[in-house]
């Protein structure tokens, strides 16, 4: 037995905010952003959300997306619901009130939280449960909201908060031999030589700094917020050593990549598609010339999406999927809080 992604979504917010604006807010010099990412946006908000869940809000609008992309699709076949995103602010995964609001026939449903490497993480767990015959149709849900989350105007973040977008990836798995059959997996995880080059702080965003103060151009409801409104959301932030992160990556990464070739019995030359973790197109640019990869085989959104975290792996994936040709491999890595790496291969029947 084998598994499969059969069925793949992505969603990006319709609000949509230019370089400039975001420069502006942390008075930073114009053309700084794509100079330092490659990001040219302008990249999705979900601005007109005001409520306490962001994370639940964006799950059920790419559910809803998926379900008008797919409407010949058995919903009542689906019998477990992960959810791999980065923000959980809710008591209740959010794979319950779906299942609840669309009369799904009790999947289980729990949430995991492995931040931009959600999804492939994902991936192998659901591998797992297929190949064990413990589930037989499983959605994974990566509804990314870190703005809302994490976002401060706080200065000593501008390096930072400016690079992040919003969106969701959402991929259907099972045993069914349609769309991509899900590889071997690797993984590499240091936690001696770079010190937290990823952190979040608890300390909420002063009065004036959160993302609703950020993007009450957008929504004027957002100004008739309270302060203690605005931090049940946006109550923590992340700060980012880029130097580390930098590092992390030309130590792990290409071994990495190289073991999982290996381990799925592959030579770079076998390789026709290269898809990184979407954070920075720069670095991506680099490493995939570093590696061998050719433009032609690099599949890239950072630059019209920002880092959307977890979501951007699976909504590159969807968005070049026609492109991607039946026999093709993919070779896909994500990385994130840790410093964790993991890496898969992917190839399309």
């Known amino acids: 037995m084998k598994a499969y992604i059969n069925k793949i979504c992505n969603y990006i917010p319709e609000t949509r905010v230019e370089n400039k604006y975001i420069e502006d807010l942390f008075e930073l010099p114009h053309g700084w952003i794509e100079e330092k990412s490659g990001i040219k946006g302008p990249r999705g908000m979900m601005a007109d959300y005001s409520g306490f869940h962001p994370e639940l809000e964006m799950s059920k609008r790419i559910f809803e997306k998926f379900i008008k992309e797919n409407p010949d699709f058995n919903l009542q076949e689906i019998d477990c619901i992960i959810a791999a995103g980065s923000s959980h602010t809710s008591n209740v995964p959010c794979g319950v009130d779906i299942a609840n609001e669309y009369q799904l026939n009790n999947p289980f449903c729990f949430e995991m939280g492995t931040h931009c490497s959600g999804a492939i993480t994902a991936l192998e767990i659901v591998k797992n449960y297929i190949l064990t015959d413990r589930y037989k149709c499983i959605l994974i849900i990566n509804a990314e909201v870190l703005a809302h989350a994490t976002w401060s105007t706080n200065k000593k973040l501008s390096k930072t908060a400016p690079l992040f977008g919003e969106g969701a990836s959402l991929v259907i798995v099972s045993n069914k031999k349609e769309g991509y059959e899900i590889g071997e997996f690797l993984t590499r995880c240091d936690t001696k030589t770079t010190p937290r080059p990823l952190t979040v702080s608890l300390e909420p965003p002063s009065e004036g ?13 957002f100004k008739k917020m309270s302060y203690a409104e605005k931090i049940s959301v946006n109550s923590k932030y992340g700060n980012m050593d880029g130097k580390a992160v930098y590092m992390f990556l030309s ?80 070779l896909a890595f994500a990385f994130g809080l840790g410093m964790f790496g993991i890496s898969t291969v992917l190839k399309k029947v």
Request: charged share 25%; aromatic share 10%.
């Open 209 to 221: 700094e959160t993302f609703f103060d950020a993007f009450s151009y957008f929504n004027e409801d």
């Open 251 to 330: 130590r792990n990464i290409p071994d990495l990549l190289d073991d999982t070739l290996i381990k799925n019995s592959l030579k770079k030359e076998d390789i026709d598609w290269f898809i990184p973790h979407q954070a920075n197109k720069i670095i991506n640019d680099g490493l995939a010339q570093r590696y061998g990869i050719t433009q032609d085989k690099h599949i890239t959104i950072v630059e019209d999406t920002a880092n959307i975290s977890s979501a951007g792996v699976m909504t590159a994936l969807s968005v070049w999927d026609n492109k991607i040709k039946s026999g093709d491999t993919i």
